[in-house]
């Protein structure tokens, strides 16, 4: 039978299961209720009767909404659904006189709101934690405008912490067999050196590329998480050589290094429910059985905050840099600089030393001020090389000022920095590095 | 590639991450840690740097304890990984103070038991879910002994509830086409009309019968509950012509009733995380739409409690029984009275009374005596008719004195019920069952 | 496991199966050999005792030839491993003393090509069947110029009919969630419609169209021929407005009217051996089943022999003509006579009607000259409408003059319009193409 | 969506399609026709205009026919549907005067029974293959009394041989995890030694056991035949130890030795099409592959000739025996000799040099006498051990006296093997046997 076919079928199987079992307003009507009403029914027992039909009929309802309505619909559930702070405050005066385990249970009920439930039982709908997540993109874009809505986000995080933890998620390598309409989405997630079309999606899938994402079973088709890596001889110093202009296609048993020159998180809905962490060191655990001759296991990162410290350098604290350093950055503002004959000459060796500072020195609440430098560090990895010209494009050279950074994921070290990390807040560095930095 | 071939793959795979990515002590040696040093180091920073490698060695370490290390094990978790009071109580009061989303977040923060996010991590581990699952039914085994291990089970019964939301779960038929292995599981869990063997499997599986599970991704091998189901012209009374001696095939399409004869929850871990409601239901619409001609959606169940009530009637209330009711509780006792040719002129009318009114009158807490009653009534079932020698089975006999129940699950009333049964307590009922009970 | 690591395991396992099955030389040395030793190892007995590991050999040789060792190795075929005309004659005389089973069954025997049962052994080889279908191809492209080789040709064809029997086929349908590499040769293999790229592939693959295709079960990820089809209300009378620029999408379910816009042989080597009737008549049975909104399924087909026809008319049968036809065939040969403002005028009455003459009376060894009318009218197909500037690519104007036809396959009417052509010629042909034609 | 849910749509497509495409009559009323008429239907032109319609009507009608429907069916194909003498008289006629390629494929088109093209068009009905693969299995029954039927085998056997290549079956393994179904059909075609249940069934896909099946791709739920594999450590010599009480689970790791106990052809219809040289030499490459502790592969093989060779022997050749092998043969025919015990001294010895002498001597056309050892034989295997008791079952002693014998599958000598077998008519044995030959 046809998928198309299927589709059909499936809809219909939903929709007699609607008509069977809902004695409710349709979702058309549901929409025209405040959404107090909506949240109503589906938290009273009549939610609980209707199998899943009622919670899919609120699925569909919020997905009909109009921006407005939605902030109505959030604005509702911090309001109304949070927990009440007098069943609190008796509850936890019932703990105070005799803690145990009752008055425990008692106290954690008290605290959580029903906007929890609320949310659970929409995830029963077909496509429930598909809603859910969407759900939270529309917060997230909601609430640096209205921080009243924070509560409802913290309850959406809780849950999906939950849901998504790591042993529900499997991990899958992407290639050019698989579907269209994934492959697309994996252009269209791309951002860290994105895609310029089939093309190139197709080199980046080639013999001596491999690409893995995550994915959570209740949303089969969508990736949540990918990460592109080269099959190399070396450790790669340089991205466009793996995206633009690859040239031959290497034996991948005859690589030596596998370099991870790209990680994308595809769902803002998820964003701040990590799986970096655990992608990376599963796909080091692939590749190395796949491939018993790889040895290094690096990235190839950007230095996202590099140039906005630079100019934070050179606004706060002149006199701290030395002449040569302030012509470099100088030099940056010029367009074209890097393919200039004397940028090597001029450029190179200052902006490589501030790197190598502003990656082992610049701080933010303790940690590296750089956020691609707080994640690998943060997991373990070692701060191993910087490269020159690394990137340049345009986002590369404006952010970075084209320089790349390797880290280097070793399984033999991996638990001794990250403990060093965050127990200390040291910094794993090849020793290459901390030269540069003195 | 044989499947055999493939799970080889996939443990040396596996045993190359542990390889890989640990450095702590295998399996072997975490056993003969303490409980308490194994919890420590998955819970420590090591726990998070290893990727799942650590949560493998836990899962691995619990399954090669003895009975007493679990115990052992699961005391320490109730005794050491609770929450802190004095934690509880300042967050308590700070909410107290200045009830907000930051204190609430905080005192949700301070009431969460560190064990939660320990068995979160062992679910991270390759059937890190089956571990959570198996811990929880070794945990009940030893519940009723030590009941401090209570606030253990609850932490259980709180993650379980939220990973086992019914929108995670899939419904998938069984057949004759299913794995012998998945099959074998169901012959073994089948404890309502227990099966007699692959013989007794296949004619429960045949093209008038249906039967269809719940699973969970994170279990893809596992049943969780199944149904049973016989199609049938006219509303079954009887449950041996279903099973024992099922007759002429019928052509499905000529059925006008499904009866859903048996409901089996499979693993003892999962008790008390209810899917039950939505596998009827959802069974309900997979039936209506694969069978336009079926009317009719009943169970044909047993009445688990009625001769334990009998009894406790003979023992405690005595004169409220007409003399012909005692005569016929007295028969029950006699082997093979069922048979007897005067059973039907002295059993039948009074028993069948007696039992309308246990359905209708016999209360627990305020619900019906009666667990079988209890979980239909309250999924918004109809109590529809009372089925003399429905069951004629040793266990038929001993528990519900032959008598089966036909409860009825009418889209067009579920909601209804179900409302009135839990705001007021109302059962269901058909009028000649009430006319019985009077 | 990821895919590549699958096929890293299966190439493994036949690499084993060569080294231990196989005694011979490897494939290297194999090639280094005359084409006729390479057929007499697999011919001789220890082709029959190594399993599959010399056919392999023997396929993997001949993917490593030259386009030169080719050609020897088919003449060698053609001169070698024909039958033996002494021992046809000894069994012909056989068979004409004594006809009978066992004569017949000898004679049929003898005239069997030894080079068949080489056929049959390669076929034996890990794609055997995909090496089989590349060498008739080779061969094709010599067969013009040695026509020596055309024993081999026939002997190919007898043995792809039989394997590639419609019942050996299944059809699957092509869409936007198939494998990027499949829709890349769909791509590649669409000749009727040239695809602008990737988009444009998207949009034939949209919710308002349909592609199928027939795939064999030893040439898994090769499409055989496929099918372009467009839903839409009313016939369809042009193509441009169905690729280029189709609008809005349809509701598939508000179609009346299947449009199969284009039908492409994907394999060369598969050149003679139809499957098209079968494929158009399957995949209006699905769409029936699919969509019951669908009243009429209609080709939109070119004339690609009309402009040829025109200028032999011109050039043999002047006088014939009308002088209004030979100015409509001169304005042909303006570029941009199909936008000019008068060529309505002028052009589309003598044209249609000289198309209509064309489609019902030009003949070639008594069927249609048109080889697309050929195909429809013996398939059962119903000659319906001439559809004026229907394609004004550069492709539709210098072959159909711009003419698109409705070919109408009408299932009441479909055996009856077969038997009528092939028993008697006859034309099935709406009255409005007949009265354009007189 | 459910198994039975789809097939009710598949089957509601095929019927869909009868209804469109067809015009014939019904299979109800096709049966009433002669069975030359429902020839005529299917190769007139009206077969090839339907589509597969009426091919399904054809198999549908042979399908509910009687077995003296099915006679008459195939005795109309033997008498009417052969090649016509005249036709193939001219044309030898014409090959004769000229040899060529023309003149050769009109030879073959003559001498090509058209029953063969009637066959080709069933086989493109939905579960066509399935009813060619019948029909021989009906015949089969027909031909011992019915010898003018044997043109038609002929013609199926030449169709089967080529739709069943070896290129076009798939090894799949067999194991718990395969689907009831499957695993109820290995147990009924399991001839060799026949299972007594699920549980037997169970052992034998144990994890030191293996089973493994070829299957073609149009009969997907049928295995074409299947071996059973026993991995143990040294070279088993008794059957009963591996299948009735087999003792504790070997880690296959630590196997040395894979026995092939048993092979069972499934498909009567299928005899003489032959696939178990490929399914041995298949499973020795996967074995090898999965598991590089094995060794030795061999078989441990019935000699179903034996017992009535001894007794020809006695009637023919007296004096030819000495009085021990005398009495050892008479032995044989009391009941449980083999318990008895002095069978051991009186029996053994003598009657392993009759089985060594009838391996290696007893020759019926030139070929080894016994079937098991022609087979294997002329596979290339070596004649190993001869093994006293080895099969104690009933039908082990009334065959074979109880012995077994290994045949040893070496992938060094088995094209030597087969070459001097099929060549010089030479045996491959151990020097033991050949010692208790002399």
Chains 1, 2, 3, 4 share one sequence.
């Not at 004695?23 to 405040?34: F, I, N, Q």
């Not at 080199?203 to 592109?228: G, N, Q, T």
Request: glycine share 6%; hydrophobic share 40%.
């Amino acid at each position: 039978m046809s998928r198309s076919r299927l589709n059909q079928v499936l809809n219909s199987v939903a929709d007699a299961g609607r008509e069977l079992l809902r004695r409710g307003p349709p979702a058309g009507r549901l929409r025209e209720r405040s959404p107090g009403a909506l949240c109503e029914a589906l938290l009273s027992t009549r939610g609980e009767a209707s199998g899943t039909a009622l919670a899919r009929d609120v699925a569909d309802a919020y997905g009909a909404m109009s921006a407005a309505e939605k902030h109505a619909f959030f604005a509702t559930l911090a309001a109304d659904y949070g927990p009440g702070p007098a069943a609190i405050h008796a509850a936890s005066d019932r703990y105070k006189q005799a803690p145990g385990c009752d008055t425990l249970t008692a106290l954690t009920a008290a605290v959580e709101p029903p906007r929890q439930e609320l949310f659970r039982r929409i995830n029963m709908a077909p496509n429930g934690t598909a809603t859910i997540v969407a759900m939270r993109e529309d917060l997230l874009t909601l609430l640096p405008d209205d921080p009243s809505l924070k509560a409802v986000d913290v309850d959406l995080v809780h849950l999906l912490t939950s849901w998504f933890n790591r042993g529900f998620l499997h991990l899958e390598q992407i290639d050019w067999e698989s579907p269209a309409a994934l492959l697309q989405k994996i252009m269209a997630y791309e951002a860290v050196h994105p895609m310029a079309g089939w093309a190139d999606l197709q080199r980046r899938l080639a013999d001596d590329r491999r690409c893995f994402a995550f994915f959570h079973p209740a949303l089969p088709d969508e990736p949540l998480i990918f990460v592109e890596v080269a099959l190399v001889r070396g450790m790669a110093s340089a991205v466009q050589p793996l995206i633009s202009d690859p040239g031959e296609m290497l034996d991948p048993a005859k690589a030596d290094t596998a370099i991870f020159y790209a990680i994308n998180n595809c769902r803002v809905g998820l964003v701040g429910i990590s799986f970096g962490n655990f992608l990376i060191k599963q796909v080091v655990v692939e590749l190395a059985q796949e491939l018993p001759g790889l040895k290094t296991f690096a990235t190839l990162s950007p230095v996202p905050g590099f140039r906005a410290w630079l100019a934070s350098l050179v606004e706060e604290s002149e006199g701290a840099l030395s002449d040569q350093e302030e012509t470099a950055i100088d030099r940056l503002s010029e367009s074209d600089w890097h393919t200039s004959a004397d940028a090597e000459a001029d450029v190179r060796e200052p902006l490589t030393r501030l790197c190598a500072r502003y990656l082992l020195e610049a701080k933010s609440r303790g940690r590296p001020r750089d956020p691609v430098a707080r994640f690998h560090l943060r997991n373990g990895a070692r701060l191993e090389r910087l490269n020159w010209l690394g990137d340049v494009s345009e986002k590369g050279l404006s952010d970075s000022a084209g320089l790349l950074v390797n880290y280097v994921y070793d399984p033999k070290t991996i638990e001794r920095n990250h403990e060093s990390y965050v127990r200390e807040g040291k910094i794993a560095a090849s020793p290459e590095i901390k030269r540069l930095a003195q």
